[in-house]
């Protein structure tokens, strides 16, 4: 199985920065597209940045020029540098990877989320 954890929420001030982190582990052979996404109340779950294997990145218009995705494969895991922060950015973020496991499966994987809290 593969198992994908946030963290590096919390509570910061309109302006700040936060950085995200989503390591996976398991029975991984290769990670390949992840991305973010993001759930405030009363909306649904939308895509904030995604990175591919080969290390193209996009980015949902809102948080271009603020946001940067990145991955450290040799760690399994994927940042979000989050900056100049808006209140208009807390959500519940989320981390979806597509894992190819050691048995040569690729699934889709969720994380657990993480609040991120910007007050103004």
């Known amino acids: 199985q593969v198992q994908l954890v946030e963290s590096g929420g919390g509570l910061v001030q309109a302006g700040g920065s936060l950085r995200l982190s989503c390591a996976a582990s398991?029975?991984?052979?290769?990670?390949?597209?992840v991305g973010w996404y993001r759930q405030a109340p009363g909306e649904q779950r939308a895509l904030v940045a995604r990175?591919?294997?080969?290390?193209?990145?996009n980015y949902a218009d809102s948080v271009k020029g603020r946001f940067t995705i990145s991955r450290d494969n040799a760690k399994n895991t994927v940042y979000l540098q989050m900056d100049s922060l808006r209140p208009e950015d807390t959500a519940v973020y989320y981390c979806?990877?597509?894992?190819?496991?050691?048995?040569?499966?690729?699934?889709?994987?969720w994380g657990q989320g993480t609040q991120v809290t910007v007050s103004s």
């Open positions: 398991g029975s991984i052979l290769r990670i390949n597209t």
């Open positions: 990175i591919l294997s080969g290390g193209s990145t």
């Open positions: 979806n990877a597509d894992v190819t496991r050691r048995s040569f499966r690729t699934d889709s994987y």
